[in-house]
């Protein structure tokens, strides 16, 4: 059964920093590009950014780059997404996701994970 389970959401300040964690099982994840998408309430999923199955290659929404950093440890089956200069337009449900293509288009995602609540205080 393959199983993504993000951590690491909760509440912070505006200008704080979290660092949310996405853990994979029943896949050969060190295969597979992983993803982070959110959704406010009222708006559709968005895409914030993605990272290769090697890590070597990244990419970013405009809207979190230079703010967020994706990285991986295959060893440990992990991704995170680090969070910093939060801001209130940041608050959403992540999740993470993982998929054989490289792309920014959620609907290219085999497997979800089940979301983690990031909400930033103004």
């Known amino acids: 059964q393959v199983q993504l389970v993000e951590s690491g959401g909760g509440l912070v300040q505006a200008g704080g920093s979290l660092r949310l964690s996405c853990a994979a099982s029943g896949i050969t994840f060190s295969t597979y590009n992983t993803g982070w998408f959110r959704q406010a309430p009222g708006k559709e999923r968005e895409f914030v950014g993605r990272?290769?199955?090697?890590?070597?290659?990244?990419a970013y929404a405009d809207s979190v780059k230079g703010r967020f950093t994706i990285s991986r440890d295959n060893a440990k089956g992990t991704v995170y997404l680090q969070m910093s200069s939060l801001k209130p337009e940041d608050t959403a449900v992540y999740y993470c996701?993982?998929?054989?293509?490289?792309?920014?288009?959620?609907?290219?995602?085999?497997?979800w994970g089940q979301g983690t609540q990031v909400t930033v205080s103004a």
């Open positions: 996701a993982a998929a054989k293509t490289w792309s920014g288009d959620h609907k290219a995602y085999d497997y």
């Open positions: 990272i290769l199955w090697s890590g070597v290659a990244t």
